[in-house]
Every structure is written in C-alpha cells, then in structure tokens.
C-alpha cells in the first residue's frame, strides 16, 4: 500500500499562511485606525503572526521534496532507498513523550507517533539516523500526523506485510 502526505501537509501550511496574513491586515488596519496607540502591542502581534505565516510557507515549500512511502510485501520502499524484509530488524511506531515539543502542551494529550525502522547490522539508508538510548541504528521514516491516510490503515499494513518485524503498534 503507498502512503502520501501531500494533502494534509498542503491543507496545514495554506491555513497557517491564510490566518497569518488575515491577522497581519486586522494589526495593521486597527494600527492605522487608532492613530498609533498601542502600536508596541500590535507589532509584537504582528511579528508574531509573521512567524507563524514564515511557518506555513515552510511546510508548503516542503511539499516540493519527493516523498514516498510503499509497504507491501517485498518490504518497505522509500523515496530515498529501499529495504526488504530481511533487511529491516523491527518497524514500528515510537511516540514522543508528553510534554515534548512533538508532544503538545501537557500530561494529557497524546502525541502523534513517529514512524521508526531499525535495520539490520550494516544496512544503511541514505539519511541521517536518530540517536537512541539503548544505541541501535534507528530511522525515523516520517511524523504521522502528516500522512494523509488514517493511523489504523498503516497499522493494518505493518501488521500484514511486516509480522513479527512490527513493535510498538496500538491494539
């Protein structure tokens, strides 16, 4: 099955840029309208909607990267390599801790899980690993939350094609 994420990132970086740029209008017309008062206020508040608005042009400029994500039952193809399932030690999902900056703002939300691969000794994929405490080769293969496919259909991919590779998975 091939996974895309061009819609949702698309979707994402046109609302930021869109609220952003509707916000710095409303700044700069209520600037104009008060004859300068408060104008420290309103320049913090528009520079900090021009950051937000910087963000969204980020993520619509990051459309332009290939992506390409196949699970199947060869193994796992990507836009930058590809790896069979004798090649791949374990896949599956790691999820950020809480309160970390994937993570949202506290205890109680649930971050969205990232992709992990861990390949075999001396399979290398064209990208730069992740740092891990227990010192396995991990690759972090994308953020789904970005994925414009629902987290259930890659978990029922994994599952299938990826057997007792898969850890970490939601019941």
Known sequence: MEFTKRG??????????????????????????SGGAGWRALVWFMGVFA???????????????????????????????????AQVESIGLVYPPAGSPDG???????????????????????????????????YTLLDTDDLDQPLHQLTECLRQFGGDRVERLPS
């Open 104 to 138: 949202g703002p506290g205890e109680a939300s649930v971050p969205e899980p990232h992709l992990a691969l861990w390949p075999v000794s001396g399979v290398d994929l064209p990208r730069k690993p992740d740092r891990t405490a227990d010192g396995r080769l991990r």
């Open 8 to 33: 949702r990132v698309r979707r994402r970086g046109l609302r930021m840029a869109g609220w952003a740029l509707a916000l710095e209008a409303v700044c700069g017309a209520w600037l104009v309208a």
């Open 51 to 85: 950051f937000v608005g910087f963000r969204g042009l980020l993520f619509l400029r990051g459309l332009r990267r290939p992506f390409r994500l196949v699970v199947d039952a060869w193994g796992v193809r990507l836009h930058d390599g590809e790896l069979s399932w």
